[in-house]
């Protein structure tokens, strides 16, 4: 799918990002959601993403509204800044 820009100037809140890969997974635009690599792909670019901080203790804590993962700022793991899950 072609990655747009949701807008010209930024959100009213938040920040979008994009250039991040998934590594092992896909994002299913269709179903809005992570979804299974197609065959002999390894790495896929994500779309945009509108990121919205958030105080900690306002968070709704229902595990199924969050997910925790960890990204890396480069492709190649070894040596590279990780970030998120310690």
Known sequence: ????WPAEAGPAQGVYIHGLFL???RWDAGQGCLAESHDGSSTASMPT???DPAVESA???QP???Y???W???SARRGAN???QN
């Open 1 to 4: 799918c072609a990655d747009t």
């Open 23 to 25: 590594e092992g997974a």
């Open 49 to 51: 993403i509108w990121l």
């Open 59 to 61: 968070m709704s804590h």
């Open 64 to 66: 199924e509204q969050h």
């Open 68 to 70: 925790s993962c960890p």
């Open 72 to 74: 890396y700022s480069t």
């Open 82 to 84: 990780k970030y998120g």
